[in-house]
């Protein structure tokens, strides 16, 4: 019982009011916070766009313009008199004090046979004299096309470390090959290159080749090598970054932000950008929260100004709900009453002076409709349930009193009989005289029918020109009885017009529900009464047929 009380307390107009308010207050608030989201969303998105484009824009053109002086340094130093006339000396001098002046690791000159004919390397224990690089890739281009060349990551030959080599070919006096002059220089310095160029930019940036092997951040990941890890396969196996990371590059190197997870497992927005003629890619990430933080702080602030103004919005709205909730009551409660059948109730109009107009002049009409409800309640009821031609009650009645009345049978074990009645050709009544004549052949036949009936029988024209009657507590045998007395009157008092008489004659049917039969139901019982009906029709007309205990159709009651 306090489950239920507690129930209908939250079913009031004022709790109802009071939620509705919530939800319309809550409705508005998404309305204001989920656009307001999108928007931040979509300038946040676009600024960070905006900012890593500008960043690699400007690395892009960074590395560019050091890749291309770089390129012709080297080229500068292939076309040298000296050097293109072999003079060995000169050349390995100037090469020398040329390296401390940039940021070549080493400058190497090599005969058109491929082998090297010195170096500027003096660190280590020996230098690349009698090294043949015959097989290097960038001597052959050289040697092919007489073009300048930028390697991809190499093994240098001479220092096992990882390099990037800046080669021109020499060319003698008739642009015969000569030899090849090249340069390298140390991952580590174009490392240092990035990390130098990136002031202001707060995400995280590196730069690999083709294959997805890190051209920088190569101290992050020393601990992943031994040191007699030298080989090219080992090298690229250790600073390999994930081939998730290499296909978004490559796909959406100059399209909008993606998004993923680094080599830490953070998620983070990337955007990519191809250098150095498409070789490599610098890659820009920032991480997910850093780039969100702002929004994420704008988010909250507005988040804080709608709550509240949603809260004051809702106290405004509870003050002016009573002004709302009384006259509402006033009608529920009138409401109720006329529900429960007092509808002469009224409304005390002078209660409803405080409140606004629109109440009153709901009231007013209220007190004026409920003295009509009753007239028009009474009046439909009856339409609902009668026909209004033969002012016998219709099929809808006998569907819904019937088969309480039947059960009512069933229950106390009485008989209970169904006689179902069909004017016979009626059609050519209305063929002949009209419908209106019709009409009144239907009123005639009902009123001959209901003379022949008692109180408790269920009277109706069940559609058409059929008639069905249930009579309880009856058997067969006075079923039969009153159904021959109807036959019997309406053959015997025709339908008289002005100047001729209407012979109108009935078939009917009959069926009988008791405990030893297989009629089970109301429905059944009427369809074998209908059963029957067709039977006497099909048999000639103006006669009974019964459906008996064995559901034959027969004259007789066996």
């Not at 009464?529 to 008996?548: F, H, I, M, P, T």
Request: proline share 2%.
């Amino acid at each position: 019982m306090k489950i239920l009380g507690k129930l209908q307390q939250q079913n009031t107009i004022k709790s109802q009011l009071r939620r509705g308010h919530i939800v319309i207050s809550f409705i508005i608030s998404l309305f204001i916070f989920i656009p307001t989201l999108f928007i931040e969303y979509q300038q946040t998105i676009k600024h960070q766009n905006e900012e890593m484009a500008n960043y690699l824009d400007a690395q892009t053109y960074f590395f560019e313009s050091w890749l291309m002086e770089r390129s012709r340094d080297v080229h500068t130093m292939a076309n040298l008199d000296f050097v293109r006339g072999t003079n060995f000396e000169k050349s390995q001098s100037y090469f020398q004090d040329f390296k401390e002046q940039t940021e070549f690791a080493d400058l190497i000159f090599v005969n058109r046979e491929g082998i090297v004919q010195f170096d500027t390397v003096t660190e280590y224990r020996r230098n690349g004299v009698g090294v043949n690089v015959n097989d290097r890739k960038y001597f052959q281009v050289a040697k092919e096309t007489k073009q300048q060349y930028i390697t991809d990551i190499l093994i240098s030959k001479v220092t096992n470390q990882p390099i990037i080599a800046f080669a021109s070919p020499i060319l003698d006096e008739q642009q015969q090959f000569n030899g090849v002059v090249f340069g390298t220089v140390n991952l580590h310095t174009i490392d240092e290159l990035l990390q130098e160029s990136r002031v202001g930019f707060l995400g995280h940036a590196y730069i690999v080749n083709q294959d997805g092997t890190l051209l920088t951040e190569l101290a992050s990941n020393n601990n992943k090598r031994s040191p007699n890890e030298t080989k090219h396969d080992v090298f690229k196996q250790n600073f390999m970054i994930d081939e998730h990371i290499l296909t978004a590059a490559q796909h959406h190197s100059t399209q909008s932000l993606t998004i993923y997870k680094d080599k830490k497992g953070e998620w983070v927005l990337a955007k990519s950008k191809p250098i150095n003629q498409g070789k490599w890619y610098i890659i820009s990430e920032v991480a997910v929260l850093e780039a969100y933080l702002p929004l994420l702080k704008r988010l909250a602030l507005l988040a804080i100004c709608i709550l509240l103004g949603t809260f004051f919005t809702i106290k405004i709205m509870l003050l002016i709900n009573k002004s709302i909730e009384e006259p509402i009551q006033q009608l529920l409660k009138g409401v109720g009453k006329v529900e429960q059948g007092h509808y002469d109730y009224k409304i005390n109009e002078h209660q409803m002076a405080p409140y606004a107009k629109e109440f009153q002049e709901l009231c007013s009409s209220f007190n004026e409709m409920s003295a009509k409800v009753k007239a028009d309640t009474i009046l439909l009821r009856e339409l609902s349930i009668t026909c209004q031609l033969t002012k016998l009650y219709n099929r809808r009645y006998l569907i819904e009193q019937g088969e309480h009345v039947f059960q009512e049978c069933v229950e106390a074990q009485n008989p209970c009989s169904c006689i179902a009645i069909d004017i016979d050709f009626f059609k050519k009544v209305n063929d002949s005289y009209g419908h209106l004549i019709g009409d009144e052949v239907l009123k005639h036949v009902a009123k001959r029918i209901a003379e022949s009936m008692r109180s408790i029988d269920i009277v109706t024209r069940y559609g058409g020109e059929e008639f069905v009657i249930l009579l309880p507590i009856t058997t067969l045998e006075s079923a039969v009885k009153i159904a021959e007395s109807i036959r019997i009157n309406v053959e015997e008092h025709p339908y008289k017009m002005a100047d001729q008489l209407i012979k109108i004659t009935v078939s009917i049917g009959i069926a009988e529900y008791t405990i030893a039969r297989e009629i089970a139901t109301f429905y059944e019982l009427i369809d074998k009464a209908d059963q029957a009906l067709y039977v006497a029709k099909e048999s000639g007309r103006n006669q009974l047929r019964v459906c008996d205990r064995a559901g034959n159709f027969t004259e007789h009651i066996i």
